[in-house]
């Protein structure tokens, strides 16, 4: 009816992806924020500009949390709008998106009645405060779901949106209740690194987190790939870089991370969901 085509290309072969979006002209695209961030590194590399040679005009990307600043950066960059989804395989998928004000997601409230809980009692928080998402579905018949924990914390917000839709919406999903890591005692999603990282401009697109427990103690390592203009080969810049990094990472989370700045293209890319942390910790 939108006299709009589906193309179902799955991830992988990114060149082939590009020619094609160019070929058919395609004008949105769905898929991780990590593999869109791989597919704008792969069409630099063949000379192709998102913005002049595609017609793409809109990125709906989610299945795994993204930061705002990622948004601003891919927006910059490309001249797309990027939107975020939200779905989860136990429901049906793929859900709920934003709308243009990008200020949340509209969740239809007339077909799942969702609440945000305090993880550690199951009590539901007050309006504005952070929880974990918990979904009834109210039309499904044959897997209906039941105050269902998700293990994504959001917040809520019932006022009604700029757009005019009065559906309650999910802000930005902070990380999972089973992301998050404890370092030293104290509470770390990995978003509030990537948060940190992409507000600096000699930093790229691609980061991890190392944790290793060294006798009694957490060691955080955050390893994160330099843009080509932000590598240096004198040492000195590269540890006042190392430094800025490490102060604002500290700032943000309170605990103190060792910093490694790598050449750019070093952190294996992602396809599908990207791996941020690798705990080698013993439980
Ligand atoms: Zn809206």
């Keep these: 009816r939108m006299g709009a085509a589906v193309l179902p290309v799955g991830t992988g072969n990114t060149e082939r992806q590009i020619e094609l979006m160019q070929d058919l002209g395609t004008t949105a695209i769905a898929c991780t924020p990590s593999y869109f961030l791989h597919i704008m590194e792969v069409a630099e590399k063949m000379g192709v500009s998102i913005r002049n040679d595609t017609q793409l005009k809109v990125g709906i990307f989610g299945a795994e949390p993204w930061s705002l600043e990622t948004r601003k950066r891919i927006e910059a960059n490309t001249g797309i709008n990027a939107y975020d989804i939200y779905g989860t395989s136990e429901i049906s998928g793929p859900l709920f998106t934003e709308c243009h004000a990008k200020n949340g997601i509209h969740v239809w409230g007339d077909m799942f ?72 005692g104290i509470n770390v999603f990995p978003s509030q690194v990537e948060s940190v990282l992409m507000n600096i401009p000699e930093v790229g697109d691609h980061w991890e987190i190392i944790v290793d427990r060294k006798g009694p103690l957490d060691m955080m390592t955050v390893r994160v790939e330099l843009t080509e203009s932000g590598f240096s080969d004198k040492i000195g810049d590269l540890m006042k870089l190392e430094n800025k990094v490490s102060k604002e990472l500290k700032g943000v989370l309170n605990i103190a991370a060792k910093v490694d700045l790598v050449e750019p293209g070093t952190i294996p890319r992602s396809m599908g969901k990207a791996k941020r942390v690798t705990d080698n910790r013993k439980v």
């Design 113 to 184: 009645l969702t609440e945000v809980v305090d993880p550690d009692t199951g009590e539901p928080v007050a309006e504005g405060e952070q929880g974990e998402l918990v979904f009834t579905t109210l039309h499904k018949f044959a897997l209906p779901l039941i105050r269902y924990r998700i293990g994504d914390l959001s917040i809520m917000s019932n006022e009604v949106c700029e757009c005019g839709r009065t559906h309650p919406r999910i802000m930005r999903i902070m990380g999972r209740t089973d992301d998050m890591l404890i370092i030293r």
